[in-house]
């Protein structure tokens, strides 16, 4: 029994980072109705932006803060930049543009700081607690991802810029015809989806190490998170992320063989929910008049 209670919470801790990258690939798709197939990239640059600022002497909250606000920028900066012109394209254009930026990204990061492994730090403290139960870093992922989740339930659902944001991403003609600019908001999505995939970086990057090609896996299952849990519900993403790490992890433990079949019960989690609720565990029915 304290073996199966010690694996749910280290799933639900490792559940906490694909919940932040399932979080921001819902950001996105709600902005552009595409899949970013850059985001982990992306992540992936912001976190060794923090490194390197950590390198010159800066404290870890301050490198935090720093490489947030680096990241929002970079976001709306690769909107304007990447997307917009191609925004009117086909379906396969823009992803071909995503695939694009991803290699950028991985090349650039490798050419600056290189290929080799580097240690990233934890904000946590590493004591076990609760018997051995859990980490001071397992509980302090734990605790940044409900606390994005409360900061973009609130920012949705109270704020009015937060409001312009859904009405541009529902109806952008409806939206554009009562004053909100379109474009601005979807860059702001685009700045908040960099932003949120920075945080999930730097939190796994203490348990993954820090190298370019740290984000391939973690991605795949951020991806999977969001289908489960609805593309269309930021707290089903966050569901569907915890609900994947525990599943991983149960299945790295009670399963024969289970730590090669991690990635393939993950996957086999998406077809099972596809199947009853093609929208997702939390996502909604969306009825289109023709």
Aim: proline fraction near 3%; hydrophobic fraction near 60%; aromatic fraction near 14%.
């Amino acid at each position: 029994m304290e073996l199966l209670l010690q694996q749910i919470i280290a799933g639900l801790a490792t559940g906490g980072i694909y919940a932040c990258f399932a979080l921001a690939v819902v950001m996105i798709y709600q902005a552009i109705d595409h899949f970013n197939f850059a985001q982990g990239e992306m992540a992936m640059f912001s976190t060794y932006v923090a490194w390197q600022l950590m390198a010159w002497g800066l404290s870890f909250w301050l490198a935090f803060g720093l490489t947030f606000v680096f990241s929002l920028v970079m976001g709306a900066f690769l909107y304007l930049v990447v997307l917009k012109p191609v925004q009117n394209a086909s379906a396969l254009s823009q992803i071909v543009a995503f695939i694009a930026l991803m290699c950028i990204f991985n090349s650039l990061a490798g050419t600056i700081w290189d290929y080799s492994v580097k240690p990233f730090p934890s904000p946590f403290p590493e004591t076990a607690l609760f018997g051995a139960l859990v980490t001071g870093h397992d509980l302090g992922m734990i605790a940044v991802t409900l606390i994005m989740l409360a900061g973009v339930f609130y920012f949705f659902k109270f704020s009015t810029l937060g409001l312009a944001m859904r009405a541009a991403a529902q109806n952008p003609e409806s939206a554009q015809l009562c004053g909100v600019r379109v474009q601005m908001m979807t860059a702001l999505g685009w700045a908040l989806a960099a932003a949120i995939g920075s945080v999930a970086g730097m939190m796994v990057a203490y348990k993954v190490f820090l190298e370019p090609n740290m984000m391939y896996s973690i991605i795949l299952y951020g991806f999977a998170a969001a289908i489960v849990g609805g593309l269309d519900s930021p707290a089903g993403a966050v569901a569907g992320g915890f609900l994947l790490g525990v599943v991983e992890n149960l299945t790295g433990v009670y399963v024969p063989g289970g730590s090669e079949l991690k990635l393939t019960f993950a996957l086999l989690l998406i077809v099972v929910v596809l199947m009853f609720k093609p929208t997702g565990l939390f996502g909604h029915r969306v009825v289109k008049r023709v």
